[in-house]
């Protein structure tokens, strides 16, 4: 079946980065859309940024542009998501999803890591 799993999140301060990543296993990776998306506690999971399935177009929300760069690599089935100059409003936990390249909707979600930015 398909797995997704997310990795690389932590503590770190406000400033520091991290990088995320999503090893997909139980589909044909280069055949889907990757997105990342985030869930603060107590509000609604948020869209963060996606990646095309072949042309490698980029999309991010407004709140991380400039700061997180999502890429990934084919051959290894993995999607990353590289954060900078992180802020405490970037605090939540993070996912990864996966979309069908004929599909409207994310198909296939990871668990999650937790992303916490101490002021």
């Known amino acids: 079946q398909v797995q997704l799993v997310e990795s690389g999140g932590g503590l770190v301060q406000a400033g520091g980065s991290l990088r995320l990543s999503c090893a997909a296993s139980?589909?044909?990776?280069?055949?889907?859309?990757m997105g990342w998306f985030r869930q603060a506690r107590g509000k609604e999971r948020e869209f963060v940024a996606r990646?095309?399935?072949?042309?490698?177009?980029?999309n991010y929300a407004d709140s991380v542009t400039g700061r997180f760069t999502i890429t990934r690599d084919n051959a290894k089935n993995t999607v990353y998501l590289q954060m900078n100059s992180l802020k405490p409003e970037d605090t939540a936990v993070y996912y990864c999803?996966?979309?069908?390249?004929?599909?409207?909707?994310?198909?296939?979600w990871g668990q999650g890591t937790q992303v916490t930015i101490s002021s």
């Open positions: 999803a996966a979309r069908g390249r004929f599909s409207s909707e994310y198909n296939h």
């Open positions: 990646i095309n399935w072949n042309t490698g177009i980029t």
């Open positions: 139980g589909l044909i990776f280069s055949n889907y859309a």
